[in-house]
C-alpha cells in the first residue's frame, strides 16, 4: 500500500514537473515573441509557445498525464496533435506559400497564434475541472486470476460477414453519389441523389474497417490464430482502396481499427510499429495520393468516376505514380507539414471575420442535429449548412468545385469571434472529458469502438462545430450498431498471454 502511494506521488510529481516545465519554456518563447518587431522571429516564437502550451496541458489535464495516450484518451491526442498540427507546423506559413496559402496574411499568424493558446487552456479547464459522470467499473474489468477480461466479440465468420455488408454498402454508395473519396464529383448535387438513404449507406459503409477492428480484438484478446489470417488479405485490400480512394484519411482510420483495440486490451503502445506507419504515410501514402490526385484532375474540374478510377487503378498496379511520388521524397515531408498546418483556417477567418463577412447565427449550431437527421426528400427547402465548398468559394473566393477543411476553432471565431471560441472551447472540453470517461466505462472493446469513431474528427480538429454538432446522430448510430455486431452482449473473456 506504501508502496503505490509512494509510486502514484512520483507520478504525479512526474506529471506536474513535465507540464511546468513546458509551460514555463513557453512563457520564455512568449516573452520573446513580445520582445521582437520581426514577424518571423514572433511567428517562430508563437509557434513554439503553443506547441509547448499543449504538450503542458497533456501532461496535467487528464487522470494519468501522457500516459493518458496509451489509452487513446481523445483529450489527450487532441492536444499532442494540436502540439503539431497549430504549434510546430505553423512555423512553416514562413516558407514560400502556393495555392489557397497565397491569400493568407502573414500579420494574422500572431495573432492567430496568441488565440490559440487561450483557446486550449480553456479547453484543458473544462476536460480538467467541470465535474462529469466518472468512470465507473467498466463491464469487463478483471477476473479472478487477476487477468484482464474483454466483452467477447463476436466469431470470426459472423465480424466477416460484417465486412462484407459494409463492402458491399459502399460499392452501392459509390454508384449513387458517383464518387469514390476523392475521385468523381463531389458536389451538393451528387449528395443531394442520395436522398433519405445517404445517412443509413454512410452508416454501414462504416463497418468495414469496424470489422478490421473487431478482428483485431479476438488476435489480441483471445490469440485468435484465424482472425490473425483473414487480417492479412483484409489489411492488404483497404491498404489499396485508401490508395484507390486517393484519401490519406483512409489509411490513418485504417491504422486506428489495428491499432485502438490492441491497445486498449494488451495496454501496451507499440511506438515503433506506429513510427513505421508515420513514415509510410509521408513516403509512400502522401505523395502517391498527391500524384493520384493530379492525375483524375482536369483544370477545376474533376473527372467522373468512371474515367478516374481507371487512371488511379493504372496509376497504382503501374507503379507510376510510386515512380514520380520518389522522386518526391525529399520534398514529401515539406509537403506533409504543410498539409498538416491548421493556422491557416483561423487566419483567414479572422482577416475576414466580421469585416467582410459577417457572424454566422449560433442557432445553427443547436439546431444542427436536428437539421442534420432529416432527409432533404422530406424537406426540399432544408437549409445547407456550412460546408467546405461553401467556405472556399466566401473566403477563398475560388470555385465551388473544390473545398476546404474548416476546424473547430475557426468556426467557433466565425460565431462571435475571441470569446466565441474560448467559451466554445472550455465546453468542448468538458464535453470530450464525458466521451473519455464513457469509454473507460464502456470497457476495452466497446469503448475502443467509440474512440476509434470519434478519433479523427476530434483529434484532427478539422470539423467545424455545427457539423460536429449535425453529425452526432451518424455517430451515435455508428456505435450502437458497430457494439452490436461486433460484441457479444453479456458475456467476458480473459485476455489470453
Known amino acids: 500500500m506504501a508502496a503505490s502511494y509512494h509510486e502514484q506521488a512520483g507520478q504525479r510529481a512526474l506529471r506536474v514537473g513535465t507540464g511546468a516545465s513546458a509551460f514555463a519554456i513557453g512563457i520564455v518563447a512568449v516573452a520573446g515573441a513580445s520582445a521582437t518587431t520581426s ?84 479547453f484543458a479547464i473544462g476536460y480538467r475541472f467541470v465535474p462529469t459522470s466518472r468512470a465507473r467499473t467498466p463491464p469487463d474489468g478483471s477476473g479472478r486470476s487477476g487477468k484482464a477480461r474483454v466483452v467477447r466479440p463476436r466469431p470470426v465468420l459472423a465480424i466477416m460477414g460484417v465486412y462484407f455488408v459494409g463492402l458491399t454498402a459502399t460499392y452501392i454508395r459509390a454508384a449513387l453519389e458517383g464518387g469514390f473519396g476523392y475521385l468523381g464529383g463531389e458536389n451538393l448535387t451528387a449528395q443531394s441523389s442520395l436522398s433519405g438513404v445517404g445517412l443509413p449507406l454512410a452508416i454501414i459503409s462504416g463497418l468495414r474497417l469496424l470489422a478490421v477492428l473487431g478482428l483485431t480484438a479476438r488476435a489480441s484478446a483471445l490469440n485468435d490464430g484465424v482472425a490473425r489470417l483473414w487480417l492479412v488479405p483484409i489489411v492488404a485490400g483497404e491498404f489499396t482502396l485508401a490508395l484507390l480512394s486517393a484519401n490519406k484519411e483512409s489509411f490513418v482510420l485504417l491504422v486506428l481499427a489495428l491499432a485502438i483495440p490492441w491497445v486498449r486490451i494488451r495496454r501496451r503502445l507499440p511506438v515503433g510499429t506506429l513510427l513505421v506507419a508515420g513514415a509510410i504515410f509521408v513516403l509512400v501514402v502522401s505523395p502517391f495520393v498527391t500524384q493520384v490526385r493530379q492525375a483524375v484532375r482536369s483544370d477545376q474540374e474533376r473527372l467522373p468516376l468512371a474515367v478516374a478510377l481507371p487512371r488511379a487503378t493504372s496509376a497504382l498496379v503501374s507503379g507510376s505514380a510510386f515512380a514520380r511520388s520518389g522522386g518526391e521524397a525529399r520534398g514529401s515531408w515539406n509537403n506533409t507539414v504543410s498539409r498538416v498546418r491548421s493556422i491557416d483556417n483561423l487566419m483567414i477567418i479572422m482577416d475576414r471575420t466580421p469585416e467582410v463577412i459577417p457572424y454566422r447565427s449560433v442557432a445553427e449550431i443547436y439546431t444542427a442535429p436536428i437539421v442534420g437527421l432529416v432527409p432533404r426528400a422530406f424537406w426540399q427547402d432544408k437549409p445547407i449548412r456550412l460546408s467546405g465548398q461553401n467556405f472556399y468559394r ?88 458497430g457494439a452490436r455486431v461486433i460484441t457479444v452482449n453479456g458475456e467476458v473473456v480473459e485476455v489470453s498471454e
Open 394 to 481: 466566401d473566403y477563398y473566393n475560388g470555385p465551388a468545385v473544390n473545398s476546404s477543411a474548416i476546424t473547430m476553432q475557426g468556426s467557433l471565431f466565425m460565431y462571435g469571434g475571441a470569446i466565441a471560441l474560448l467559451v466554445g472551447m472550455f465546453v468542448y472540453g468538458a464535453a470530450i472529458r464525458w466521451v473519455d470517461d464513457l469509454a473507460t466505462t464502456l470497457g476495452s472493446l466497446r469503448g475502443s469502438i467509440l474512440i476509434y469513431i470519434l478519433f479523427v474528427p476530434v483529434v484532427k480538429q478539422e470539423l467545424d462545430v455545427a457539423g460536429l454538432a449535425g453529425s452526432l446522430v451518424m455517430y451515435a448510430a455508428s456505435y450502437f450498431l
Open 39 to 122: 514577424l518571423a522571429t514572433r511567428t517562430v516564437f508563437l509557434s513554439f509557445a503553443v506547441a509547448l502550451t499543449c504538450l503542458g496541458l497533456a501532461s496535467v489535464m487528464g487522470p494519468a498525464g501522457l500516459r493518458d495516450l496509451a489509452d487513446f484518451r481523445l483529450g489527450s491526442w487532441m492536444m499532442i496533435y494540436g502540439s503539431a498540427a497549430y504549434g510546430l507546423a505553423s512555423t512553416s506559413i514562413l516558407m514560400p506559400l502556393t495555392g489557397t496559402a497565397l491569400m493568407l496574411d502573414r500579420e494574422w499568424a500572431a495573432p492567430a497564434l496568441v488565440i490559440l493558446m487561450g483557446g486550449f487552456c480553456a
